[in-house]
């Protein structure tokens, strides 16, 4: 019985592997073309509105048939660094950067192109870095329009404050020089002015009291945007002169808007990020595919002539409120008049 058991099972296993000599089916291995993978690296999110320019990004390029990885470095220049060197590890197509720094990155950018990534600089220019594009606002018209809302609405030998965003941002230099321009002809005295690293709220509150030990005199306060000009009101509310005072900020978020309706704060300016975002992620695609995207217009990084997309920023104060930030979808009627009952 052993025997014939024996022979049994050498004759199946014969049978089966003897059948697949030149007659077992061969399937030839499709090559399956991976997705476009694109790397987003955020300086932060203290800024309201980076994580709309993540959604709507990040949207626009799945619908392009892109993956999007998001890092966020929370203001970290070294962490911004190892993340972009992670994206590089993993082979994107393209990095696009938020820079924590404008001009830290340089070493990282180049060691990106070594591996043939290309890099869009998204807001903020990246210097001496020859990136693949830069696409933004018009960074001096946003410093021109704050300006100008000063200049009109000071009394002449008034007092100013300006509240800068941090030098380590190149956009805060395009800003100033754009409010600098405009400060030439004007009659305006500028009793204090700082820089607020990584763009801390909390060194405009300082700024203001800073300067009310100076003088209690205070005509107008500059923003480098709308983060920045809630603390600044809040320590004018709490000196009883908000809403007495011009305040300007940049970037239309829901607070600034509100208190613009509410008197306290005198215009923002809204850059349309959504916009902005869209097309970022439409170039990106473009720049992963090889093709062609077609950008006239440069900017100088230091060294190199970037292609550079530029965006118009507009001006918002409360006489056109409804038809740029509400009629245009940007904020809901109902939260920006939240506290003006009579108004919704």
């Known amino acids: 019985m052993k025997k014939l058991f024996f022979c049994f099972v050498i004759f ?3 049978a089966l592997t003897g059948c697949s000599d030149d007659k077992t089916p061969t399937y030839e291995r499709k090559e399956v073309k991976d997705k476009i993978n694109i790397g987003l690296s955020f300086d932060s999110y203290v800024i309201e509105r980076w994580q709309r320019d993540r959604d709507v990004f990040v949207y626009t390029a799945q619908e392009l ?5 998001v890092q966020n470095a929370n203001g970290d220049v070294e962490k911004q660094i190892s993340q972009i060197e992670y994206f590089i590890e993993k082979e994107m197509d393209v990095i696009v950067i938020i820079a924590v720094d404008s001009k830290a990155c340089r070493e990282v950018v180049e060691k990106a192109k070594e591996a043939d990534i290309k890099i869009v600089a998204y807001d903020r220019l990246l210097i ?3 990136v693949d594009l830069y696409i933004s606002f018009d960074n001096e018209k946003v410093g021109t329009l704050m300006g100008e809302t000063l200049k009109a609405n000071v009394p002449e030998g008034g007092n100013i404050i ?12 395009l800003v100033e020089q754009g409010f600098r321009d405009v400060m030439k002809d004007a009659n305006l005295n ?6 607020a690293g990584n763009w801390l709220a909390e060194e405009a509150y300082y700024a203001v009291n800073e300067a009310l030990l100076i003088t209690p005199e205070i005509d107008g ?3 480098g945007n709308d983060n920045l000009a ?3 009101v809040r320590a004018l509310s709490e ?16 607070a600034a808007c509100q208190r613009i309706v509410e008197g306290t704060q005198t215009m923002t300016v809204y850059k349309p990020v959504d916009k902005l975002a869209k097309a970022a992620a439409e170039y990106a695609v473009k720049l992963a595919k090889g093709e062609s995207i077609d950008v006239k217009t440069t900017i100088n990084d230091g060294i190199w002539d970037v292609p550079y997309v530029k965006l118009e920023p507009i001006g918002v104060n409360i006489d056109n409120m409804d038809e740029v930030i509400i009629d245009g979808g940007f904020q809901n009627r109902e939260d920006v008049y939240l506290n003006v009952p009579e108004k919704k």
Do not use: K
């Open 12 to 14: 199946f296993i014969m």
């Open 65 to 69: 048939g892109a993956e999007v990885n």
């Open 128 to 130: 001496t870095s020859d």
């Open 162 to 173: 300006t509240i800068f965003g941090p030098t380590t941002d190149h956009n805060v230099q």
């Open 190 to 195: 500028e009793i204090y002015s700082v820089n």
């Open 221 to 223: 306060v500059f923003c």
């Open 230 to 232: 809630t603390e600044a």
């Open 239 to 254: 000196n009883r002169m908000a809403g007495s005072v011009i305040v300007t900020g940049q970037d239309a978020d829901l």
